[in-house]
């Protein structure tokens, strides 16, 4: 299993990519500023970190340079995360010697997508860290890979947005999501939307799944699940 750190000081961002990569089969760490990473690291060298440039006291950038300059961390890889989405932040992140830089608001699937790729790229993605291939779910399979989704063995087609509102509900059944929760993943976590377009895509997902459209469940008052 890949350890991952996180060094970001909004409470609930920390929370929400804590939440996404532990869901994903990582083991997370996560810390408000650079000192807790500091003495994470003299225990475990993660495989990677996630790292805020906005942080009280010591910058994301200033913890970056000291992080390449320790033998123990130099060759760790680093996504910078930022509210600031200019060319010059980008710049000065990569510059420091980041591997990768998302500015939010991001999507999370984008997010888990970027921190497996970078894993990829230094060769360490760890076998229990992958994405499963293919879902399935009473009579629904989705291949993954090949992005088809079937319904009783035959070809389902759907949007991104639907496809990827299925993937999210039969990638961990029984878990109830709030409409809120869903708008967060798959729109990205400062997207402002009515609530009823959640509905709305449920709705037409259910119809183009025909009689297989009953796996996802309306969860009264709170949200959906896949079951």
């Known amino acids: 299993m890949n350890t991952i750190y996180i060094v970001e000081d909004d409470s609930e961002i920390r929370e929400m990519e804590a939440y996404a990569l532990k869901s994903s089969g990582f083991d997370v760490n996560a810390?408000?500023?650079g000192k807790g990473l500091d003495e994470a690291v003299k225990t475990c060298v993660p495989d990677l970190i996630i790292l805020d440039i906005m942080l009280p006291g010591e910058d994301g950038l200033s913890i970056l340079r000291r992080l390449r300059a320790q033998d123990a961390t130099k060759s760790v890889p680093v996504i910078m995360i930022t509210a600031k989405g200019s060319e010059i932040e980008k710049v000065k992140g990569l510059d420091a010697g980041a591997d990768d830089y998302i500015a939010k608001p991001f999507g999370i699937l984008e997010f888990i997508s970027r921190v497996k790729a970078l894993l990829r790229r230094a060769g360490t993605l760890k076998a229990d860290s992958e994405e499963q291939t293919s879902l399935s779910l009473g009579g629904v399979c989705i291949d993954m890979g090949k992005r088809i989704v079937t319904?009783?063995?035959g070809n389902v087609e759907l949007t991104y947005k639907e496809?990827?509102?299925?993937?999210l509900l039969m990638s961990q059944p029984g878990l109830v999501y709030s409409r809120q929760q869903i708008l967060e993943k798959i729109w990205g976590i400062d997207f402002k939307m009515d609530t009823r377009?959640?509905?709305m895509h449920i709705k037409t997902l259910r119809q183009k799944l025909g009689e297989q459209g009953s796996i996802i469940q309306t969860v009264r008052n709170v949200g959906y699940k896949a079951q």
């Open 31 to 33: 810390f408000d500023c």
């Open 151 to 153: 319904a009783d063995g």
């Open 163 to 167: 496809y990827e509102l299925l993937k």
């Open 197 to 199: 377009t959640v509905d």
